[in-house]
C-alpha cells in the first residue's frame, strides 16, 4: 500500500479543485450563474475550472513524483493543450456561436431556421485573467494539500 497516498492525493486534489473553482462561479456576480447541475459543469466564466484541474494535477504529480518524472512531464504537456484549447479554439468558437446566433435571429421570418437550428453556446472559452485564476488556484489546492497530507 505504499503507492495508495500518492495516488489519493494525484487523484482527488485536481478534482477538488476543478470543484471549488466551479463553486466559485456562482459566488461571482458577473458570471450571471444559478445554482444548478447544468451550471455546475459550465465550461466559461471566472475562474477556468479546466485550468485550475489540468495545473493541480501538474503541480501535485511534480511534488508527489518530482519535477523530472514522467508524471509531471506528461501532466505539463497536456496542461499546456488544455489551455491553449481554452485560451484559443473554445473562445473562439464562442465567437462564432455568438455572429451564428445572431444570424439567424436576423432570418426569424424563416421558421425552418428555428426549427433546425438550435441557439448555440456563446460562452464556452476562458480569457486570459480566467484561467490565470484558474491555474492559481489549481497550484494551492494541490500545494495545500500536498503539505497538509504529508
Known sequence: MR?????YQILLLPILAGFITQIIKFLIKSNQQKFNF???LA????PSGH???IVSLATIAGLREGFHSPAFAVSAILAIIVIRD???IRRYLGQHGRILNVLVKDLKDDQVLDEKYPHLLE???H??????VG????FFVSLIGFWILN
Open 3 to 7: 503507492y495508495a497516498k500518492p495516488m
Open 127 to 132: 480569457t486570459p485573467a480566467q484561467v490565470l
Open 135 to 138: 491555474s492559481l488556484i489549481g
Open 43 to 46: 465550461y466559461s466564466g471566472m
Open 86 to 88: 481554452a485560451l484559443g
Open 123 to 125: 460562452k464556452i472559452g
Open 51 to 53: 485550468s485550475a484541474l
Open 38 to 40: 447544468k451550471n455546475l
